[in-house]
């Protein structure tokens, strides 16, 4: 929070910001329900816990780390804002996107951290998995792709950035560490 949040006040401060995002993509519709699944990130957060042992916890803390350190620095190089208008929100999803607005400037958009940390995760828990659980979290993974879209928090090219993130940091990390807890399923 730190990085992310000091990095995202500098960048509102700033006068210039860079947009990195095709016209087009403004068309994109806004789907409230979709809240549900980008905050979902946060109990993603919670599965390497039941699926990876302390040596592949900790592989994924490093690279986490070193993620929020390159996202911190790319956001200063190269601040960015979003195409979108924030808009009042139905009221089944108002209380949760007013913390998200509150919490998260529509700054620091490239690379996208909540793709990188997620993509991160599920590689992790996905390591020597069975297919049921590899399919289910990629799917998951899918659908958090798809909101940061639909909620309006990030364009295509966050969405690469925070993909190519990802590959930066397990390179730089290998994954001999992540080491799959073999007695869960």
């Not at 068309?27 to 302390?54: D, G, K, N, R, T």
């Not at 690279?63 to 804002?81: D, Y």
């Not at 659980?133 to 909620?151: A, C, E, G």
Request: aromatic share 12%; with cysteine; glycine share 4%.
């Amino acid at each position: 929070m730190v990085i992310y949040g000091s990095t995202n006040w500098i960048n509102e401060l700033r006068d210039e910001h860079f947009h990195l995002y095709f016209q087009w993509e403004t068309e994109i519709p806004f789907i409230p329900w979709m809240i549900i699944v980008y905050l979902s990130l946060q109990l993603l957060f919670l599965a390497p816990i039941f699926h990876c042992e302390i040596a592949g916890l900790t592989t994924l803390a490093k690279r986490m780390i070193l993620a929020i350190c390159i996202a911190g620095v790319i956001f200063l190089a190269v601040p960015t804002i979003a195409g979108f208008e924030r808009t009042d929100n139905p009221a089944m999803s108002s209380l949760l996107f007013s913390i998200l607005y509150t919490l998260d400037r529509p700054y620091n958009l490239f690379p996208s951290l909540h793709i990188s940390l997620s993509t991160l995760v599920v590689v992790a828990v996905t390591n020597d998995a069975g297919l049921c659980r590899r399919i289910s979290y990629y799917f998951w993974l899918l659908l958090l792709f798809t909101s940061v879209l639909l909620v309006h928090q990030h364009h295509l090219a966050d969405i690469l950035g925070g993909v190519v993130l990802t590959f930066v940091c397990i390179r730089i990390i290998p994954s001999g560490d992540l080491v799959p807890d073999r007695l869960t399923v």
